[in-house]
């Protein structure tokens, strides 16, 4: 089992930042690929950001060159640093994980999830 627990949500301006963190224990977290998730209101859980295990990332197209995941192994920790924020970045973001992820942007590949933070930009 690993457990994973989100922190660094809160309520930003539009072309503000914020870092959100996902900390986990439980097992050896440099064996599992890590990734970030997000719930508009109203819509389906969407994919944001991925580090594999060995620290090579992938982005959705809405957030690439505004958003960076990275990791420390050390902390057993995965950040997600969000720059240049939206209104249209407004959700709850999930923490997700696993050891073997056959579809990258399908919720349903990951087997670990935290219990979200909300993120709101106002305009």
């Known amino acids: 089992q690993v457990q994973l627990v989100e922190s660094g949500g809160g309520l930003v301006q539009a072309g503000g930042s914020l870092r959100l963190s996902c900390a986990a224990s439980?097992?050896?977290?440099?064996?599992?690929?890590m990734a970030w998730f997000r719930q508009p209101p109203g819509k389906e859980r969407e994919f944001v950001a991925i580090s594999w295990m060995r620290g090579t990332t992938y982005y959705t197209d809405s957030v690439k060159g505004r958003f960076t995941i990275f990791r420390d192994n050390a902390k057993s920790t995965v950040y997600l640093q969000m720059n240049s924020l939206k209104p249209e970045d407004t959700a709850v973001y999930y923490c997700?994980?696993?050891?073997?992820?056959?579809?990258?942007?399908?919720?349903?590949?990951?087997?670990?999830w935290g219990q979200g933070t909300q993120v709101t930009v106002s305009s």
């Open positions: 439980g097992r050896t977290f440099s064996r599992y690929h």
């Open positions: 997700a994980a696993d050891a073997l992820v056959s579809i990258v942007t399908t919720p349903r590949s990951y087997d670990y």
